[in-house]
């Protein structure tokens, strides 16, 4: 069998170079429109092409050519006299995919409005984003007061600093938290953030004995939110439902109780779906 004729120092095989520059190609378009995606959705409503090229680091013509490729698929689209541009409606149906898993939404939202309800307080429904690691509120029933909490859905929660994040934080071992608190760092968002890593691992070891944890006014000044995790089936946590309001009225006799009620739903709805705590 004759060896194949070694290659020449300093140079590629034929057809290397074309087929290496066409994948990296490739994998590079998907990734810049990708960041394009998101910088959209970040600007929770619309955005120049201008602005968009400028925050992700890429000439306007660029910008321009991967916009209107998206654009041919719904995943964008231009509105106004300016031609901004915004999130399209297939974005929204391949995120929403992710909603049906299970049929999570249905399953825990007549839950949520029970909860709201008892407490009389904005009930929320949050999954982990692995992504960057934060809390992603996916679903909401807000109370009826005039004074009350609303956070958007979609809407990304700090782990350190928020009742959902720190229901899903209290599930790590200590490992994983110190891992996390490394990338991420503890900024404050108040003068009652927990920013200091070891006061937050207190807190969190205070969560694991009573079942739910508390943002007490840690990530917006006046605020309370209280929350407990749901698991699957195997003892993973998958979201957490959180009861949030002013601390005017979830005071300070009140946590225990609604501490209770997050409790007995969040186990509620991990049996219907087939978990285990």
Known sequence: MTPPEPTKRGKK???????????????QSLTRGLTLLEL???????????????????PNSTTHRLLTTMQQQGFVRQVGDLGFWTIGSHAFIVGSSFLQSRNLLAMVH????????????????????NSDHQAIIIDQVQCTALMRMSAPIGGKLPMHASGAGKAFLANL????????????GLHAYTHATLVSPVHLKEDLAQIRRRGYSFDDEEHAL??????????????E??????????????????VTELGALVISAAKEVTLAYGGTR
């Not at 087929?19 to 490739?26: C, I």
Request: proline share 4%; with cysteine; hydrophobic share 40%.
């Open 110 to 129: 007549p839950m949520l409005r029970k909860l709201m309800e008892a407490s009389g307080e904005t009930v929320n429904l949050a999954v982990l984003d």
């Open 222 to 235: 006046g605020l309370r939110c209280i929350a407990a995790c749901l698991f699957d089936e195997h003892r």
């Open 13 to 27: 095989p034929r057809g290397a170079v074309s087929t290496n520059v066409q994948a990296t190609g490739q994998v």
């Open 237 to 254: 946590p998958f979201a957490a439902i959180s009861i949030s309001g002013p601390i005017s009225r979830i005071t300070d006799d009140r």
């Open 40 to 58: 959209i959705a970040h600007a929770n409503g619309s955005v120049a092409l201008t602005d968009l090229a400028q925050q992700a680091g890429l």
């Open 173 to 184: 071992s200590d490992d994983q938290v110190g891992s996390l608190l490394h990338r991420k």
